[in-house]
């Protein structure tokens, strides 16, 4: 049943990612069955970008796609040695409203994705992230991965955030 689906995501995924100008009813066709799709429908528009970039209409139903169940693939995708891929991942992660912000501070501490995507993520999604949220993460993080959080609550930053930046003063690996 997979393999079924499988073939039939890849060819709603060609129709979106060939660049061509779909009438209103296959778009919305496309956009259905994709949708149903799920995860299996995340998996094929990947495999799609891995050699040109995502199309205006690819990118949107990989933001229509993100929800916590299938999130897991984004962060594959944004593990991807395929830079097209990666960029998919982060312009679908940036653009969506569907998750938590605060499991995407996750990804600061993740070696095997680009620290420059991480920002621009979590800066595209600054107006969602809880100062405090990012504040409680910074004692976790390397050396590296805290100057990205910095720069990020340079963005948010608030009142709320006074008594816990005083807390992380008597931090014992204060920065």
Not at 40 to 45: D, F, H, I, T
């Amino acid at each position: 049943m997979e393999i079924l689906k499988r073939f039939q995501a890849d060819r709603y995924v060609r129709q979106l990612q060939s660049g061509v100008r779909l009438a209103d009813a296959q778009l919305f066709e496309a956009r259905s069955q994709l949708q149903n799709m799920g995860a299996s429908a995340v998996r094929a528009l990947f495999a799609a970008v891995n050699s040109t970039p995502a199309s205006d209409a690819t990118l949107d139903m990989l933001v229509r796609l993100l929800s916590e169940g299938t999130l897991s693939s984004y962060l594959d995708g944004l593990r991807s040695p395929s830079a097209t891929v990666a960029d998919a991942a982060m312009r679908a992660l940036a653009r969506a409203s569907t998750v938590d912000t605060t499991r995407l501070l996750a990804l600061l501490s993740d070696e095997h994705i680009s620290r420059a995507r991480v920002e621009s993520i979590l800066d595209a999604q600054s107006s969602r992230l809880q100062p405090e949220a990012l504040l409680r993460v910074l004692p976790e993080l390397g050396k590296e991965a805290r100057a990205s959080a910095f720069r990020v609550i340079e963005k948010i930053a608030d009142q709320r955030l006074v008594p816990a930046a005083i807390h992380l003063t008597q931090h014992t690996d204060w920065w």
